[in-house]
């Protein structure tokens, strides 16, 4: 059996619940960052400019939105929590074969994909999307 402890040191004068939730948020948040930081390259600076920097942030914001958007909206249940690097590994870098019918477009997975299930769920959630573009 394994314990988990959590030590928190502050000066923070409230109630132990209050303080608890307050720090997995915070260190949820400094998840975010890091991932965003990684994967979306957001630490890299192209310029000595605070406003060239600035305008390549806002690039690369909307890629990490869009991706979070399709976190919450379309992948299953076990993936949501997963990181960006892990769900591109597990779901969209697949070695798949499409093959088109007169009626169906069909996804040909290789045999020991192990993560089907999650995958037909998300092509499933995209399905049920009612987008409507304009």
Same mark, same amino acid.
Request: glycine share 2%; hydrophobic share 40%.
């Given at each position: 059996? +394994?314990?988990?402890?959590?030590?928190?040191?502050?000066?923070?004068?409230? =109630?132990?619940? *209050?303080?608890?939730?307050?720090?997995?948020?915070?260190?949820?948040?400094?998840?975010?960052?890091?991932?965003?930081?990684?994967?979306?390259?957001? +630490?890299?600076?192209? =310029?000595? #400019?605070?406003?060239?920097?600035?305008?390549?942030?806002?690039? *690369?914001?909307?890629?990490?939105?869009?991706?979070?958007?399709?976190?919450?909206?379309?992948?299953?249940?076990?993936?949501?929590?997963?990181?960006?690097?892990?769900?591109?590994?597990?779901?969209?870098?697949?070695? #798949?074969?499409?093959?088109?019918?007169?009626?169906?477009?069909?996804?040909?997975?290789? =045999?020991?994909?192990? @993560?089907?299930?999650?995958? @037909?769920?998300?092509?499933?959630?995209?399905?049920?999307?009612?987008?409507?573009?304009?």
């Amino acid at each position: 059996m +394994v314990y988990m402890y959590t030590f928190i040191v502050t000066n923070m004068d409230s =109630s132990p619940e *209050y303080r608890i939730k307050f720090y997995c948020r915070r260190g949820m948040m400094e998840n975010f960052i890091k991932e965003s930081k990684l994967v979306f390259d957001f +630490v890299s600076v192209s =310029s000595h #400019t605070q406003f060239v920097n600035a305008n390549r942030l806002q690039v *690369y914001a909307p890629g990490y939105n869009i991706f979070n958007w399709f976190r919450r909206l379309a992948l299953s249940a076990n993936m949501r929590k997963q990181c960006i690097d892990t769900v591109r590994v597990k779901l969209l870098m697949i070695a #798949t074969k499409v093959v088109r019918s007169v009626r169906y477009i069909t996804f040909k997975l290789y =045999s020991c994909f192990h @993560y089907k299930s999650e995958f @037909y769920e998300t092509i499933s959630n995209i399905g049920k999307l009612n987008v409507q573009l304009k």
